[in-house]
């Protein structure tokens, strides 16, 4: 049996943080493909098209895909090549929803709203706060300097649901990781089977320190905020956790474990949405006991 459910990594001074983010990318950004995965069906109707670095998720609900996140604006190709790999058209991507606004989420957006004509999702929160003040989309660590921000074509508030064909997405807002991450519940269905999804939409630390809320103009009880988020969504029944990073459920170990042990399925877990958010209260409440 599947054991491990999540490495949230360890608190660091937010300036070693912030000095270790760009050179810990320089080899993804010169060169994104080593860091490709083979696309796979999770669970029914659900499958993985994400990389090594930030998930993708894609649902087929028999009248067109639903995509979450279109990850790193370099990945494109990436993307593209798993969804038709697949055995999709990416010209059936009718709804991309983009769990929060920081550019390693939506950075295929612009160019995936052009060409397929897709709609595109993301909170209301979260999208007023970049037209505040862009620079909150972290721009300046985007892999190409001619990158913008996506903006979303609709936006969401907490408790709105987007329906597309079988699949009904209840959006819930999430504050924390950004003021407007959003989570999300729906069912994904195999046959007459279902199982309920929880996807969470953000829990890096990084934007939690005081010196990045006092730059960006956030709340500075945002730390506070996240508790409540997470006691709020631990009340939630799940099946299958999906995160936004591969580390957050183990993405990458689950499918090498899938791999090896056919017939299991070690995303199935009727505990691992619970077990994940322990740990992430954990994490939160080291973070503030020791004054980060
Ligand atoms: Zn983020």
Request: hydrophobic share 35%; net charge neutral; aromatic share 12%.
């Amino acid at each position: 049996m599947y054991i491990k459910e999540c490495d949230l990594g360890s608190n660091k001074p937010y300036c070693e943080v912030i000095d270790g983010f760009l050179p810990n990318l320089s080899d993804y950004y010169k060169n994104p493909v080593p860091y490709r995965v083979d696309p796979f069906r999770i669970w029914g109707n659900l499958y993985y098209v994400g990389d090594k670095k930030v998930c993708m998720h894609l649902v087929d609900t028999g009248k067109g895909l639903i995509l979450f996140d279109s990850g790193y604006s370099h990945h494109y190709e990436g993307l593209i090549g798993s969804v038709k790999a697949l055995g999709f058209s990416p010209s059936d991507i009718k709804v991309l929803i983009h769990s929060h606004g920081h550019f390693d989420h939506f950075g295929c957006g612009d160019r995936i709203r052009r060409e397929f004509g897709t709609k595109i999702y993301m909170s209301k929160a979260d999208t007023d706060l970049l037209y505040e003040m862009p620079e909150r989309a972290l721009m300046k660590y985007a892999p190409c300097k001619e990158d913008s921000i996506c903006y979303p074509d609709a936006t969401i508030r907490d408790g709105d649901v987007i329906t597309l064909g079988n699949t009904s997405i209840e959006c819930v807002l999430s504050p924390g990781h950004t003021p407007g991450t959003m989570s999300f519940f729906f069912h994904a269905t195999d046959g007459n089977t279902q199982k309920k999804v929880g996807y969470l939409g953000g829990v890096g630390f990084l934007t939690l320190y005081r010196e990045y809320l006092h730059e960006f103009r956030l709340d500075m009880q945002m730390l506070s905020i996240f508790k409540q988020t997470i006691e709020k969504l631990s009340a939630r029944d799940v099946d299958i956790f999906l995160g936004n990073h591969p580390n957050h459920n183990c993405t990458l170990e689950k499918r090498q474990y899938m791999l090896k042990n056919p017939g299991e399925n070690p995303f199935v877990n009727p505990k691992g949405w619970s077990i994940f958010l322990q740990a992430l209260e954990k994490r939160r409440a080291d973070f503030e006991r020791l004054g980060y």
